[in-house]
């Protein structure tokens, strides 16, 4: 009997926690999963056994209610995976044995509606026919896993809003997380030159690796918001940044305003360092929102452009066709190589969940449901 024959096992946040953290101490635990049966699936369904699933910085918020997108509890997280195709529907076109990756947007905690509950922190996920995409041939499950996520949001914010071209210099954020290296791999795939950011000098020395021109570290010892500015100016002969990535916000905003060029593109794409910033748990109100200050906006004529992957592509499905052409393209010409992220067992996900949280690799982390 094949793997689909196997009853397997799935992760279940059973209520919000205040923090991810607690969610995870308190309220994440493993429930059989049995094979999905097929008299109880639609025609054009397709069942994937999971091979390899992403931890997420917004499995993380949406585990505390801080995410804007919220699934009820109970729930599984997971909102990427790659795996192998184990059952499809009389009217699917795919094939038993497909390698696939399963579309985020339509598959889930990040979708709507009726494969919602198919997050990928799951031995098997359900897909309708639309809902999974052949895996390059390039790509890994574990490099799959983490692809859409990661490289459709550091296109929507590098290329989509930030307009950046060769030759401009960028300066990245973050730039060791999973959709900051992303923004890396792009920006110098387009030929712009990379001033990449962080805490971690370790970190910061393995980007060097990934081609960026130049790091910077953007905190003191004590853990505070560096003064980088004039480190960031020097490095571009006194004139300042094209484009800003902000995937890290609170002081860090404000610091890299004074780095940028006079009319550059300010792309906020997150803020990794204040995650708390609503009431969560859908409650109104933001206590602790990001403050940017209006009179650098005014003066440097910034152009401050909010990011936001999945909204924009819903409102606009034509932006997310073009990227998915695009980066699909550059994956099968070998123009874009995802890193491999650190693998756990499943069994490990609680600590898979912490290291994400405490950024402690390159590029993020996967678990294995299926080995
Ligand atoms: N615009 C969009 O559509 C979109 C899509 C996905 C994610 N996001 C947002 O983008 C942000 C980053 O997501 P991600 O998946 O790349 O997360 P990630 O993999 O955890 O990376 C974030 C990076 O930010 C740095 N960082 C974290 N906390 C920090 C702090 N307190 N001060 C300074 N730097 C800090 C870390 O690098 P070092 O340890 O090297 O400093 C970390 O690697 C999140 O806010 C996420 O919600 C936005």
């Known amino acids: 009997m094949g793997a689909y024959g196997k009853i397997g096992k799935k992760v279940v946040v059973s209520e919000f926690g205040e923090t991810p953290l607690e969610a995870l101490d308190r309220f994440l635990s493993f429930e059989t999963q049995l094979p999905p049966e097929p008299e109880t699936l639609r025609p054009t369904d397709v069942v994937v056994v999971v091979k390899s699933a992403a931890v997420g910085w917004v499995d993380l918020l949406m585990s505390s209610g801080q995410y804007q997108h919220m699934p009820k509890p109970p729930y599984t997280p997971g909102l990427e995976s790659a795996g192998v ?22 598959v889930g905690p990040r979708s709507k509606g009726a494969y919602q509950q198919y997050g990928g922190f799951a031995s098997y996920v359900v897909a309708p026919n639309d809902g999974v995409i052949a895996l390059p041939s390039r790509l890994s499950f574990d490099q799959a896993a983490s692809f859409l996520g990661n490289y459709e949001t550091a296109y929507h914010c590098v290329i989509a809003r930030g307009q950046l071209r060769a030759g401009e ?29 962080g805490r971690s000098l ?7 690796a990934h081609g960026v021109d ?3 570290r953007a905190v003191d010892d004590t853990g505070a918001v560096a003064r980088f500015r004039d480190e960031v100016k020097a490095l571009t002969n006194g004139k300042g940044v094209d484009v800003v990535y902000d995937s890290v916000g609170g002081d860090i905003s ?22 708390f910033v609503a009431k969560g748990k859908g ?31 819903h409102q606009n499905p034509q932006l997310r066709a073009t990227r998915l052409r695009d980066l699909f393209n550059w994956v099968d010409e070998g ?7 650190e693998v756990f067992a499943f069994d490990d996900i609680k600590e898979a969940l912490r290291a994400k949280w405490e950024s402690r690799f390159l590029g993020g982390c996967v678990v294995h449901p299926i080995d």
């Open 214 to 216: 130049h790091v910077v």
């Open 85 to 106: 195709v184990a059952w499809v529907g009389p009217e699917a076109n795919h094939a038993v044995g497909d390698k696939v990756i399963v579309d985020g947007f339509l």
């Open 283 to 313: 409650q109104r109100g933001a206590p602790n929102v990001n403050m940017i200050p209006t009179n650098l906006i005014m003066m440097k004529s910034l152009r401050v452009l909010g990011s936001p992957a999945v909204i924009s592509a």
């Open 169 to 197: 210099t960028i300066l990245i954020h973050g730039a060791s997380g999973s959709t900051g290296l992303a923004a890396v791999h792009l920006a110098k795939m387009l030929g712009a030159k990379v001033i990449a950011t």
């Open 254 to 275: 404000v610091e890299s305003m004074h780095c940028a060029a006079f009319d550059a593109r300010f792309v906020i794409v997150g803020w990794a360092s204040t995650p």
């Open 335 to 341: 123009k874009l190589v995802p890193v491999s992220p």
């Open 202 to 208: 370790a970190k910061l020395e393995a980007l060097k």
